[in-house]
């Protein structure tokens, strides 16, 4: 076990030196806080189990070429709709002899890409509305919450279809129009966090010492807030993949050949009395990931709910 | 800030309120006094007197009030600009909630050494931590890790790390144990005579003001009622039936 340079002594491990209490150095801080979490993210078992799942998603979509026994794009209609097993399709193949299992392995990738996209839009916004609402307070704060309640009061799948619909379908769209519509929680979320700790004397403290509002935003509120933030889009993630499956199914989202999981049980619909595994095996894939996400939100809520870690 | 320093703090016909009209509450009405350069005045009242409002109006965070405050002979207006924050900083009552939770010691002073453009932010760290008595092993806690005192401790260092020349204390010690009340009241004063502050301190607790403050303004419902030196205080020799009420109860207590 190597031993890092910034630490005193000459034998301590890693693991004393992330848990000490008197950590030497901005770095250790910050890593020794990270180290306690991970400890308790680890003693949840089923936390360990979602992550341990999106782990090997992301592994699968970077490693597909190698991992997929087929083309995904190949067809052979002779063999088409051959049940798992049959023919050498593990998971059997499509209604034009397309490899499921190798669709399933390609469309990782894309499940992957439209939920980082959502992630990293959605809240991002929601936090940028919903902590200038809360800090600021007064009119600014009534228009944008207005303007929250409006896309609030859309259902989401239906703004999605009419979005998808008037640019057009792909995924690109499906992921705009998945983030128009899921941003306003977020915001909600933020300006409820920021309305708790803006009268705090925490951040009179830093005003008194002269920051501006867009530094004690940006500093001081949205480390706050984020943690319910992360927590939030992990247990949203289901949803997401959902709604974008949702989009694939009505044929907005992914366009075919493209091995998009909502899509290919769109395919295997009018199978799906005869030749079930069509439409179930993408539909199993989409409940796993689903679960993974949940489970890993349930634990990161133990983790960082600020209400407990705060003090 | 200019060198017009006859006067460090000077309030005059100073009102305080909340809501307007018809749910307009007064909490200061019509206060005034002045504490000279280097002095230390306390305001003694109940909770609820309004003394900490006038804290809060000084330092800009109640904004609803008129009159005439004067901070080292610079008239206030309704913003205060950064020369403000760098010559009149605060320390908050309560040390658990006035500690950002996921910041670390060292955070919170080199930002507030990095707002005013401080240099060497490492030596003036190391100084100012042994200045308030802690350690130099405590610079990259953070605030869970650190007791009540610590606490306040910390707070006090990022409140005079800027070299202020004026320091509001908010009831600094109502929120430890008495026995780390006593090392925070004598770090107080001793930081004073080092470093010539200026305090104004508000407290419920007349032994706390009258150990810290030579001249002491007495509050009820808003109101200053009555100011005395501390000789006086000592003396019991009150005029005001509401000062010597709190002269009572608090000799009852000692006595007790």
Known sequence: ?311 | MTEKTETGIELDQVNIWFGEDEQRVDAVINAGFAVPPGGSFGLVGESGSGKSTILRAITGLAPTWSGNISVLGNRLGEKRDKEFYRAVQMVFQDPYASLHPRQTVDHVLSEALHLHGFDNPDKRIAQILDDVGLKQSFRFRWPHQLSGGQRQRVAIARALIIEPSILLLDEPTSALDVSVQAEILNLLKRLQSERDLTYLMVSHDLAVVSHMCSEIGVMNQGEIVEMLDVAALRALEASHPYTKQLLDASVQKRRE
């Open chain 1, 1 to 311: 076990m190597s031993i890092p340079d910034a630490c005193p002594q000459k034998q301590i491990t890693w693991r004393e030196w992330l848990t000490t209490d008197t950590p030497a150095s901005r770095r250790q801080a910050r890593l020794s806080v990270w180290y306690h979490s991970w400890l308790a993210f680890r003693s949840n078992l089923m936390a360990m189990f979602g992550l341990t799942i999106l782990l090997a998603l992301v592994l699968i979509g970077l490693f597909a070429p190698i991992l997929a026994p087929q083309d995904p794009f190949a067809q052979d209609l002779a063999a088409r709709l051959s049940a798992p097993g049959v023919n050498g399709y593990m998971f059997g193949s499509d209604s034009l002899g397309r490899d499921i299992l190798s669709r399933l392995i390609y469309g990782s990738r894309i499940t992957l890409y439209i939920v980082s996209l959502v992630a990293l839009m959605a809240p991002v916004a929601g936090l940028f509305v919903g902590t200038a609402a809360g800090y600021l307070g007064g009119w600014v704060d009534v228009v944008l919450m207005r303007i929250t309640d409006i896309f609030l009061a859309f259902p989401r799948l239906v703004l999605a279809l009419a979005f998808v619909s008037a640019l057009g379908a792909g995924i690109e769209n499906a992921v705009l129009a998945i983030v128009l519509t899921a941003w306003p929680p977020y915001a909600r979320i933020a300006r409820a966090e920021t309305l708790t700790i803006r009268n705090a004397d925490f951040i009179h403290a830093i005003k008194l010492q002269g920051a501006g509002t867009l530094r004690v935003i940006t500093r001081h509120i949205w480390p706050l807030c984020i943690s319910s933030l992360v927590v939030r889009v992990t247990l949203d993630m289901a949803g997401i993949i959902l709604v974008a499956a949702g989009l694939g199914f009505l044929g907005l989202g992914a366009q075919p050949p493209s091995p998009e999981w909502g899509a290919m049980i769109s395919d295997g619909r009018r199978f799906i009395l005869d030749h079930w595994w069509v439409a179930t095996m993408p539909g199993l894939a989409i409940f796993i990931v689903s679960l993974a996400f949940n489970l890993l939100g349930d634990g990161l809520r133990d983790v960082l709910d600020p209400k407990k870690s705060s003090q």
